[in-house]
């Protein structure tokens, strides 16, 4: 007795292979129904099952959309079937997407963050006023916190009037003020206190137990 023997090596290369190759076999029988009516109601079947099988895109918006296009690729776009969203094309699948903009920041002064600038920007476009003031003295505390995380355990407000000077193109002039930021110690202190368990340092008292005489 002969047993015809099936390789993975001889078998068709599936082009999802995350659905298994029983999932593809169904949508190539698919492609092999008369009418078109028999192919749109497999079709549907055949997404049902995708989904069981794929749990977690039930979290993923439009994840009926994401099946059907699935669908539609694991046929080699060859599906003549009615779906409920836009065929996708191979054209479409197959075209480069466009080159990403490198991201822009404050690299000369990259102990700042990121997000320094974007700080800056909206204090800028604040109508003249306390609370303008009070938003850029905060900022300028955030920096001179993130100078001395970055760089020494000390540093003079100075330093940070002119990188502030510098990075709002010299709209935001702090150089001649009499106002002095948060003091070292206060922001270091901070700094130190982020993260930590409060119960870390509080003394266990000792365990004393009553003895009846």
Known sequence: MTFDLEYNSERPIMIIPEYGRHVQKLIDHCMTLETKEERNIMARAIVDVMGNLQPHLRDVPDFK??????????????????SPYPTPSKEELQEKPEP????????KYRYYGTNIQTMI????SWEE??????????????????????????????????HLYDLSSGKIDLRESKEELSEIKEL?????????NPTKNVKKQPFTKNRKR
Not at 65 to 81: C, E, P, R, T, V
Not at 130 to 159: G, P, R, S
Not at 188 to 196: A, F, L, V
């Open 65 to 82: 959309h994401k099946l059907w296009d699935q669908l539609f690729i694991m046929s080699d776009f060859m599906l003549d079937a009615d």
């Open 100 to 107: 990403l903009a490198y991201p822009k920041s404050a690299s």
């Open 121 to 124: 920007d909206v204090a800028l």
């Open 129 to 162: 006023g306390e609370l303008k003031e009070a938003l850029i003295y905060t900022i300028a505390n955030h920096m001179k916190k993130c100078y001395l995380n970055w760089n020494k355990d000390t540093v003079d407000d100075a330093i940070i009037f002119n």
């Open 188 to 196: 270091m202190k901070k700094r130190n206190t982020q993260g930590q």
